[in-house]
């Protein structure tokens, strides 16, 4: 069964910065596609950012994109998301996914919230 | 990077048939056959319902099917149960990203 488990969100001022892990297991970490997807409250699912599994292909959203470095330790069965230069914009549930199953087919942790406020 | 366009509701009785499409462009549903489906319950995180179009994962029940003709992919829920009630989210691999849809609430009556 496929587990995620994200940690590092929290409270932060405008400008300042969070980085985000999320623990895997019950697959094969090091051969899945990992996914950021983040979920403003009330609102829709919103995809961050992706890494292949061998850490090439990284992407990000346009609204991310210079902030936000996606990275992975595929020693330590981990995915990682700094992001820096934070705006009240970006405060929402950032999810973990990831796809061993197929391009697309995600797998959900449970979430970790993030809130910019002054 | 637009999002995929998705009805806000739908709904139907217990045991009919709710059908939810998900239009996008040929940059992403109408170009890879990579489209999901995710249920979310409130509070909860979302649940991979349909994946690669058509394919269901182990544990979902057969109840739930997906479609794809063009732009615009399609999610039916045949014999509605109470349980069913949640947030439909389509998405589509497009090369570079991901792109969720818009979101669809499903209300059973």
């Known amino acids: 069964e496929v587990q995620l488990v994200e940690s590092g969100g929290g409270l932060v001022q405008p400008g300042e910065s969070l980085r985000l892990s999320c623990a895997a297991s019950?697959?094969?970490?090091?051969?899945?596609?990992m996914h950021w997807v983040r979920q403003a409250p009330g609102k829709g699912l919103v995809w961050v950012s992706r890494?292949?599994?061998?850490?090439?292909?990284?992407a990000y959203a346009d609204s991310v994109q210079g902030r936000f470095t996606i990275s992975r330790d595929n020693a330590k069965n981990t995915v990682y998301l700094q992001m820096n230069g934070l705006r009240g914009e970006d405060t929402a549930m950032y999810y973990c996914?990831?796809?061993?199953?197929?391009?697309?087919?995600?797998?959900w942790g449970q979430g970790t919230l993030v809130t910019v406020s002054s | 990077q637009s999002a995929l366009t998705q009805p806000p509701s739908a709904s139907g009785s217990p045991g009919q048939s709710v059908t939810i499409s998900c239009t996008g462009s040929?940059?992403?549903?109408?170009?890879?056959?990579?489209v999901s489906w995710y249920q979310q319950h409130p509070g909860k995180a979302p649940k991979l319902m349909i994946y690669?179009?058509?394919k269901r994962p182990s544990g979902v029940p057969d109840r739930f099917s997906g479609s794809k003709s063009g732009n615009t992919a399609s999610l039916t829920v045949s014999g509605l149960q109470a349980e069913d009630e949640a947030d439909y989210y389509c998405?589509?691999?497009?090369?570079?990203?991901?792109?969720f849809g818009t979101g669809t609430t499903v209300t059973v009556l």
């Open positions: 996914a990831a796809s061993p199953g197929g391009v697309g087919a995600f797998d």
């Open positions: 019950g697959f094969t970490f090091s051969r899945s596609w």
């Open positions: 890494i292949k599994s061998d850490g090439s292909g990284i």
């Open positions: 040929s940059s992403d549903v109408g170009g890879y056959n990579y």
């Open positions: 690669e179009v058509s």
């Open positions: 998405s589509s691999y497009a090369g570079s990203n991901t792109v």
